[in-house]
């Protein structure tokens, strides 16, 4: 008879603006900043930690429709799926092209990379304990909630198994949104 609890928890992102504090910071020490690269490359393209260090130069292929897309592998679904390449996105992937490996960006450890995402919110004044998964969950509200995609793409470009995990975990962002268009609203009527 036992049944397990469901915890809750609440969906932690960057605004546009620490987004910008952390894309325009020019740091001093070249581990921070590739760092910052890494985890503001994954903020415009959804990718967890595995599938960014698995990034290889043959997965960015170009697409039907002529444009750049990451073809990822999510380990923790065993599918796969596809994300387009957005200009800020691929900036990132320029600057590292000359490197002569095969993948994308240089090997770091995730522990390894928490603990300079630590540094970089403490120099850059960004108060959320940062974590690479923040990245992840900044693709999807800041990135694409925030500026009208709707969810069935936002839960295809996440490479979610089911729409029902999408829900359930961007929900409440999706509610702060209603909520700031019909503020937006009321004050059109206003006028």
């Known amino acids: 008879l036992y049944k397990p609890k469901r915890y809750e928890t609440k969906v932690v992102f960057l605004t546009n603006e620490e987004l910008k504090v952390l894309e325009d910071y020019q740091f001093a020490q070249c581990r921070l900043s590739q760092v910052r690269d890494m985890?503001?490359?994954?903020?415009?393209?959804?990718?967890?930690?595995?599938?960014?260090?698995?990034?290889?130069?043959?997965?960015?292929?170009i697409e039907f429709d002529?444009?750049?897309?990451?073809?990822?592998?999510?380990?923790?679904?065993?599918?796969?799926?596809?994300?387009?390449?957005?200009?800020?996105?691929?900036?990132?992937?320029?600057?590292?092209?000359?490197?002569?490996?095969?993948?994308?960006?240089?090997?770091?450890?995730?522990?390894?990379?928490?603990a300079y995402l630590k540094e970089i919110a403490d120099v850059t004044g960004i108060t959320l304990n940062l974590t690479h998964h923040i990245a992840r969950k900044t693709f999807a509200t800041t990135v694409l909630l925030y500026n009208d995609v709707p969810m069935e793409i936002v839960s295809k470009l996440l490479g979610h198994s089911k729409m029902q995990t999408t829900q359930e975990h961007y929900g409440e962002v999706v509610q702060k949104k209603i909520s700031e268009e019909m503020i937006r609203l009321n004050e059109k009527f206003r006028k």
């Not at 985890?39 to 292929?61: P, R, S």
């Not at 073809?71 to 923790?76: I, P, Q, T």
């Not at 996105?89 to 450890?109: G, L, T």
Request: glycine fraction near 2%; proline fraction near 6%; charged fraction near 25%.
């Open 66 to 114: 002529g444009n750049l897309w990451i073809n990822v592998h999510r380990a923790k679904t065993s599918r796969s799926y596809k994300v387009p390449l957005m200009p800020q996105a691929m900036d990132i992937v320029n600057k590292y092209k000359h490197e002569d490996a095969d993948s994308v960006f240089p090997r770091i450890s995730n522990p390894k990379f928490n």
């Open 39 to 61: 985890f503001v490359f994954c903020c415009y393209t959804g990718l967890a930690f595995k599938e960014m260090t698995a990034l290889t130069k043959k997965d960015i292929i």
